[in-house]
């Protein structure tokens, strides 16, 4: 199994990323799909996460209303769109694959597979 996150930068504040991960080795249509970040020096946190058919969604109150997270499961991909960045959000982005239904889906241990992060460094 591989994830590939990708699509990471530098960006001024206000500003817009959108994140990508590709996923091979898995039967991608069959997992909820995660996004979660790591600032330096602070543990990894949930972001959004995505249910196996893309019907459901559920983000972290500090990117409500300004993060996307959808999925193409045609492409094995899964996207996060990034608007209104600021200085809080710089961190390492990271995909995760899970079989969990929906509760505890924000808990990082639930996730089986994981890529490696994509930097996002927002500039003030």
């Known amino acids: 199994v591989q994830l590939q996150a990708y699509g990471g930068g530098l960006v001024q504040a206000g500003g817009s990323l959108r994140l990508s991960c590709a996923a091979s080795g898995l039967a991608f249509s069959g997992y909820r799909m995660g996004w979660f970040r790591q600032a330096p020096g602070k543990e990894r946190e949930f972001v959004a996460h995505?249910?196996?058919?893309?019907?459901?969604?559920a983000y972290s109150d500090s990117v409500k209303g300004r993060f996307t997270i959808s999925r193409d499961n045609a492409k094995n991909t899964v996207y996060l769109q990034m608007n209104t960045l600021g200085p809080e959000d710089t961190a390492d982005y990271f995909c995760a694959a899970s079989r969990i239904i929906l509760s505890g889906a924000r808990i990082p241990s639930n996730y089986l597979y994981w890529g490696k992060g994509t930097l996002v460094t927002v500039s003030s």
């Open positions: 995505i249910s196996a058919n893309g019907g459901t969604t």
